[in-house]
């Protein structure tokens, strides 16, 4: 497997793993092991790898077997649900520090095909965009929605991020998460 950050030319690849594990457009039996919320259009995907080289791709050969998104909070800011996290972020604390846009950054989605979960793509396409925004921020911040344990079990237990709240956004209630970006991650657990 190789663990790389995604150029404009991935963006076909990129888009059907989306496709295939969106909210809108996914099967009612994939469902139950997770769905995407956030949804890039061309010119979206166009613009996180150009201004933010914002994509971790694992590829095995030629096939893309996962995603991991990560972004400052102005690149976010178009989407609705994301423009509530930023204003919430000086009423929000992580590990004692009060979040900025300065301070931290939203990580995710992270997006694995079926056939590579339940093994070492996600804590190494994790691994691999924590290492690179750690450079530029200290604490990394996601969300997850209430209805999708198996990315909350996977966030929580396997890679080891805090939550720091529940919040309720267009009637759906999410957790939002935290990580300190200096801690790097072992097969097997978090160390420091
Ligand atoms: C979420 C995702 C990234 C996790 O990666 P993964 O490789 O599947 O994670 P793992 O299999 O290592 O870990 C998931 C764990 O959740 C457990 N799990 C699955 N369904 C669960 C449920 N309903 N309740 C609690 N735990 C559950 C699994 O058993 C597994 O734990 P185990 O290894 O101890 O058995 C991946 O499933 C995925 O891409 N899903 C589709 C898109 C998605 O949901 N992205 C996240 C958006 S926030």
Known sequence: MIYRNAGIEDIGAI???QQRYHIATISQQ???????????????????????NG???????G?????????????????????????ELPNTEYKGTVLSTKN???YGPICIDREYRGSEVLLKVFDFSRRQMSQR????ITFINHVNPRSYYAHTQKL???????FEFNNNTYYELGYDTSKALVLGGAVT
């Open 104 to 106: 931290s950054y939203q």
């Open 55 to 61: 994509i971790t791709l694992a590829c095995d050969g």
């Open 15 to 17: 888009r059907e793993l």
């Open 160 to 166: 080891g991020l805090d939550v720091i709240k529940r």
């Open 30 to 52: 994939d469902k139950t092991d997770g769905f995407v919320t956030t949804l890039f259009t061309e010119e979206q995907f166009k613009e996180l790898i150009e201004k933010e």
């Open 63 to 87: 096939k893309l077997a996962a995603y991991a998104m990560a972004a400052s909070w102005d690149y976010w800011a178009e989407w609705p649900l994301f423009q509530y996290m930023i204003n």
């Open 137 to 140: 921020y200290p604490i990394l």
